[in-house]
């Protein structure tokens, strides 16, 4: 059964710092999603990562891939309060007519003034 | 394009009370899903379809019900609520072939009292 680990699950930051949300994976897999999700809202989604070593870039946000490492980071750059939002990796497991995302607990972010 | 729409939005419910969820999505996505969501869980899959007529069972299948008669509806049927299904419930499509994410609707908000 594939696991899914997020950590840290709770992120206090200041403005203008960095920091790394890890994405750990229990299986092979070589697809990795990210997505964020604002207070009772819906799934945005954030980078699609597909191979190992793939590494997606947007503003102050960049996601890497490890598949060797089952490891997946999500870096955060000179953070501003608009990230805060809950982040969540989930991993795509595909065989014959199986088709399953399995979800991280998520990272709930907050970047403070 | 709509997207992935979901309704309702918000309902209540009484134990043992049978309703159902419909999810309808405008995009021609081969495959799709319901996810619920409750605090400190993340997201876990309840059933999936990866196409008309063919729907398979997720991590937290028991009090569901799927069909899937067109490439468009995917609706959940609760057969008689109970308190545990009290939940954010959320539909996602996509496609089967690689390298695309999938896309959330809004969600439904059930609570079984």
């Known amino acids: 059964e594939l696991k899914v680990e997020q950590n840290p699950l709770f992120l206090s930051m200041q403005e203008g710092k960095n920091y790394t949300i890890y994405c750990n994976y229990s299986?092979?897999?070589?697809?990795l999603y990210w997505y964020r999700q604002d207070p009772g809202k819906s799934l945005e989604s954030l980078f699609v990562?597909?191979?190992?070593?793939a590494v997606k870039q947007e503003g102050r946000l960049m996601a890497s891939l490890d598949t060797k490492a089952r490891l997946s980071t999500l870096h955060i750059t000179a953070a501003v309060h608009d990230l805060s939002a809950t982040y969540f990796c989930?991993?795509?497991?595909?065989?014959?007519?199986?088709?399953?995302?399995?979800f991280g607990k998520g990272t709930l972010l907050t970047v403070n003034p | 394009n709509a997207g992935v729409t979901q309704t309702p939005k918000f309902q209540v419910l009484k134990t043992g009370q049978s309703m159902t969820l419909q999810c309808a999505q405008d995009?021609?996505?081969?495959?799709m899903s319901w996810y619920r969501q409750d605090p400190g869980m993340g997201l876990r899959l309840i059933h999936y379809?990866?196409?008309?007529?063919?729907?398979d069972q997720g991590e937290v299948p028991n009090g569901y019900n799927v069909s899937r008669s067109t490439t468009e509806d995917f609706p959940l049927r609760l057969l008689s609520a109970a308190p545990s299904q009290t939940s954010v419930y959320f539909c996602?499509?996509?496609?089967?072939?690689?390298?695309?994410?999938?896309?959330f609707g809004p969600g439904t908000r059930l609570l079984v009292l």
């Open positions: 996602a499509s996509g496609l089967l072939a690689g390298g695309e994410t999938q896309y």
């Open positions: 299986t092979t897999s070589d697809r």
């Open positions: 990562l597909l191979s190992n070593g």
């Open positions: 989930a991993v795509d497991q595909r065989g014959g007519s199986n088709y399953k995302l399995t």
């Open positions: 995009m021609n996505h081969e495959y």
């Open positions: 379809s990866v196409g008309a007529g063919i729907t």
